[in-house]
């Protein structure tokens, strides 16, 4: 399974940005997708996540509200859109998969997911 994302740049406070990775080499279906971030300094932490069939959601605090993951099972796509940025929202964006379902409280833990995108990167000026 590779992952691929893409999407990252640089933004002012408040705009909007979609981030995108694509999935290859497996059954996308199969799959549950989370978004983690790591911003300079600091631990990666989880973003949000979406259920393998696309009918859970998961997010963090920090992001709920403002942020919404998203599949096209056709593309073979998950997606971040990230809506009233902020400077803190600055960070490397990684997505990640783990195959079949995955316990709601498991969500937000990394070493969960087996496979890795590279990472794309977004910076939110104030």
């Known amino acids: 399974v590779q992952l691929q994302a893409s999407g990252g740049g640089l933004v002012q406070a408040g705009d909007s940005l979609t981030l995108s990775c694509v999935h290859s080499?497996?059954?996308?279906?199969?799959?549950?997708l989370g978004w983690f971030r790591q911003a300079p300094g600091k631990e990666r932490e989880f973003v949000g996540h979406?259920?393998?069939?696309?009918?859970?959601?998961f997010y963090a605090d920090s992001v709920k509200g403002r942020f919404t993951v998203s599949r096209d099972d056709a593309k073979t796509t998950v997606y971040l859109q990230m809506n009233i940025s902020r400077p803190e929202d600055t960070a490397i964006y990684y997505c990640?998969?783990?195959?079949?379902?995955?316990?709601?409280?498991?969500?937000?833990?990394?070493?969960?997911?087996?496979?890795w995108g590279q990472g794309t990167l977004v910076t939110v000026s104030s």
């Open positions: 979406i259920s393998w069939d696309g009918s859970r959601t």
């Open positions: 080499g497996g059954a996308f279906g199969n799959y549950a």
């Open positions: 990640a998969a783990h195959r079949g379902p995955l316990s709601s409280i498991r969500v937000g833990d990394a070493s969960e997911y087996r496979y």
